[in-house]
């Protein structure tokens, strides 16, 4: 089975920044889209940004664009997910997963191969 890992999480001070990495092995990211969401307890999961990989559009959710900036690797079978100027409000699980089903960017029923995520934590 295919699964996603992300990586890089931890405890940063409001303000910081973090760098999230999504790599997967058995599965080529080649000519993919692949997207970062976030959930935080008590709220539903939402959209932060994706990459497509066979063109380079990138999309970002309103309330990081401008902070985030999200990169690709493709020699290192590897999305990264550049958190700057982070907000207490950025606390979440974050997760990347692969667009199989062809939705929205910001439409999570789309992807598929999510993994555990990796826990943003920013205190105030």
């Known amino acids: 089975e295919v699964q996603l890992q992300a990586s890089g999480g931890g405890l940063v001070q409001d303000g910081g920044s973090l760098r999230l990495s999504c790599s997967a092995s ?14 935080a307890p008590g709220k539903e999961r939402e959209a932060v940004s994706c990459i497509m990989l066979n063109d380079g559009s990138t999309y970002y959710a309103d309330s990081v664009k ?5 990169q690709s690797d493709g020699a ?37 191969y999510w993994g555990q995520g990796t826990q943003v934590t920013v205190s105030s």
Do not use: H, M
């Open 66 to 70: 401008g902070r985030f900036i999200i």
């Open 76 to 112: 290192a079978n590897s999305v990264y997910l550049y958190l700057n100027i982070l907000k207490p409000e950025d606390t979440a699980r974050y997760f990347c997963a692969v667009n199989l089903y062809g939705s929205e960017w910001y439409e999570d029923w789309g992807y598929d």
């Open 26 to 39: 058995g599965f080529s990211f080649e000519n993919r889209a692949i997207g970062w969401f976030r959930q």
